[in-house]
């Protein structure tokens, strides 16, 4: 997203007086602005979404693709992060990342950390566990504590949260909650579908329109802001 204010360059153009019959430099200020938002030079900001199943091309993943489909329509570059593919160990609280140094754990977290910094908005789904999140989402969740330690790096980014489960009320909004918390907890702006808490759906997610179309609508909640605080950010932001 844009950084602060644009940058302005002002400068001193030379003015023809007639009635001098002379040229004279007169203070008229040309105005050079660096904003994203001039035609040709915005940069696409950055959708990433973390699958938080174990399981590849399972009700979760399809269901985040769809989510990231509507921001890629709407013009967003997207990134998706598998947890079917990518390894992240359980924090063991080393305490490395409080005074400055990197994990010391050998594993795929370090592709999330980049992936999440470099994030606009952040989509996470997850099947529901026996009432909440995956342990492999959880231990990718715990692992971005450096990103808050270290000057809360995920700060203002806008998340929304996915979750399918067995049955309708099979604690989704219970895997939502957490999932959110850990938003909250790093600063960000949590979404939800305009009406409740997120993408909730029940398998199989494919046949469920009625969770798709709460997928559908936070993502497309996510992108509303993120445009909207774009915006703001520039130089033609505003009401």
């Known amino acids: 997203m844009g950084q602060g204010l644009p940058k302005v360059t002002a400068l001193q153009e030379s003015q023809l007086h007639p009635e001098q019959g002379s040229i004279s430099y007169a203070p008229k200020t040309i105005i050079f602005c660096s904003c994203q938002w001039q035609a040709g030079v915005k940069e696409k900001m950055m959708v990433v ?21 509507v921001a890629g329509e709407r013009g967003f570059e997207t990134e998706r992060l598998l947890l079917s593919e990518l390894k992240a160990d359980c924090c063991s ?3 490395d990342c409080s005074k400055g140094r990197p994990c ?21 789904a997850s099947p529901v566990y026996f009432g909440g999140m995956t342990a492999q989402l959880k231990a990718v969740l715990d692992r971005t504590i450096p990103l808050r330690r270290q000057n809360f790096r995920l700060k203002g980014k806008v998340g929304c949260a996915i979750s399918v489960g067995g049955s309708r009320n099979g604690g989704q909004e219970k895997t939502l909650e957490a999932i959110q918390a850990w938003m909250h907890i790093q600063g960000m702006i949590v979404v939800g579908d305009d009406a409740h808490f997120g993408g909730i759906a029940v398998r199989p997610a494919a046949e469920d329109r009625i969770g798709r179309r709460t997928v559908v609508a936070s993502a497309n909640k996510l992108c ?4 909207r605080l774009e915006k703001k950010s520039s130089c033609w932001g505003g009401d």
């Open 49 to 69: 979404g973390i699958c938080g199943s174990p399981r590849k091309a399972g009700n979760s993943e399809f269901l985040l693709n769809e989510a990231l489909a």
């Open 93 to 95: 609280d080393c305490g």
């Open 104 to 124: 010391p754990k050998e594993d795929d977290m370090q592709v999330i950390l980049t992936a999440l910094e470099k994030a606009d908005g952040i989509m996470v």
């Open 224 to 227: 509303d802001l993120l445009e």
